[in-house]
């Protein structure tokens, strides 16, 4: 692994279920991020972690929850997807120094029905 | 609670012509600026960052930023653009806050033709 893996790398998923996307990184980052990307809107916060087991609720938390269990995981879940998060999830880290440059995993795709 | 505002929202550039794209942000404390690039189908990279110091950064591939916290902007400048700089640029801005999460603007898409 190098930097920061996302998986799965698309997903089309049916309203209602329940869906985690998950998020791991190799680089010992205290901070990391979810964030989705949808058109003409930049990416948006949806919960943050400064350092393992502390959690936080950035723009757009509704609907979805996160863990921070160890320094290298941050998973995403939604409880009961619907059709408006249809969108494209980036997970991101840092360091979590004042300086907070962040760096991005590749995606993923998700589709809700 | 703080913004982020890219003004060009698309912008298409015939190689070699210069590339100017605007950001300007609202937050009046202490902050740290970042262009990213996302290629088509690829994830964000960063281009540039500004911490403190020179206000006229330089990043990859032939891209520079320029700060001037008098207009609370960071403008992203290139000379010459290629094909290769058909992209999405994000600003993006982070102030000294106990989130230090990112607030991104809404992105500009440029394409350049050859």
């Known amino acids: 692994i190098a930097g920061i893996t996302q998986a799965p790398t698309s997903q089309i998923l049916a309203a209602g279920r329940r869906m985690t996307l998950r998020c791991t990184q190799d680089?010992?980052?205290?901070?990391m991020y979810w964030y989705r990307q949808d058109l003409g809107l930049g990416l948006r916060l949806i919960h943050y972690s400064n350092t393992a087991g502390t959690t936080g609720k950035g723009e757009v938390p509704d609907g979805y929850s996160v863990s921070r269990a160890n320094t290298d995981d941050f998973p995403l879940t939604l409880a009961s997807a619907v059709p408006s998060q249809t969108s494209v999830y980036f997970c991101?880290?840092?360091?979590?120094?004042?300086?907070?440059?962040?760096?991005f995993g590749p995606g993923t795709r998700l589709t809700v029905l | 609670a703080q913004s982020v505002s890219q003004h060009n929202h698309h912008v298409i550039l015939s190689e070699a012509a210069s590339l100017e794209l605007g950001c300007n942000y609202s937050y009046g404390g202490t902050v740290n600026l970042f262009w990213y690039v996302q290629y088509p189908g690829q994830h964000l990279q960063l281009l540039l960052k500004?911490?403190?110091?020179?206000?006229l950064v330089k990043g990859i591939k032939g891209f520079e930023a320029e700060f001037i916290k008098s207009k609370f902007s960071f403008n992203l400048r290139k000379p010459s653009v290629q094909w290769s700089d058909t992209a999405e640029y994000f600003c993006a801005v982070n102030p000294y806050t106990g989130r230090r999460a990112l607030t991104f603007g809404s992105g500009t898409r440029l394409q350049v033709q050859p």
């Open positions: 991101a880290s840092s360091d979590g120094t004042s300086y907070n440059e962040q760096f």
């Open positions: 680089m010992r980052h205290n901070a």
């Open positions: 500004y911490f403190s110091g020179d206000p």
